[in-house]
C-alpha cells in the first residue's frame, strides 16, 4: 500500500487521506463522548491528542494493515468522521471496518454513503472476501446502519476488548462478497 494515498467520490462526499491539518476540524467530533464512546477511546482532550489519532491512521497505511480516510463534503473540505479499515489480514482477504461522524451530522445518510463506499473499495480494490463490524450491544444507530448495509450479526463476543479501564462486550456483524453479488 506503498503508493498514492487513494480517494473515494461518492454523490455527497469526498473521501480523502487525513492530515495533520484536519487536526482543528477532527477535535470537534473526536472531544465529543458520544462520538468516540462506542469507539472504546476517552475523548481528545487536546489538538496533540489528535494528532496522535492521525499517526495511527498513517502507520496502519504504511504497515500495510489499515487505511482510514477522512470524510469531508463535496462542497467543504472540512473533515466531519472518518471511515476505513483496520486489522487487514490479506492471507485471509478478510478486514475490520470502522467508521465515526461529527454529531452535527448524524441522521443524514453520510455514515451510510461512506460505509457503502468503502465496503465496495475494498471488494475491488483488496479483493476482500470478508468485511467485519465490531459493535458494542449499547450502539443500536450503528447496529442498524450494518444491517441497513448488509451485514450480518453472526453472535456476541464476551469480554472482547479493555477499553477506558473495562472489559466491553462486541457484536460481530460480517458481510461476505456474495452477499453483495459481486464478481
Known sequence: MKKEFPIIETVRLILRKIITEDADDMIVYLSDK????????????????????IGWYKSIYEEGTGIRWGITLKN????????????????????EVGYELSKDYWGKGIASEALEAVVQYGYHHFQLERIEALIEPTNLPSQKLVERQGFRREGLLRHYEFTCGKFDDLYMYSIIKEDLNLN
Not at 490479506?90 to 478486514?95: D, E, L, Q, S
Open 34 to 53: 458520544d462520538v468516540v464512546k462506542p469507539m472504546g477511546l476517552a475523548p481528545c482532550q487536546t489538538v496533540k491528542d489528535v494528532w496522535d489519532e
Open 76 to 95: 467543504s473540505d472540512k473533515v466531519i468522521g472518518s471511515c476505513g479499515f483496520l486489522n487487514i489480514h490479506t492471507k485471509h482477504y478478510r478486514a
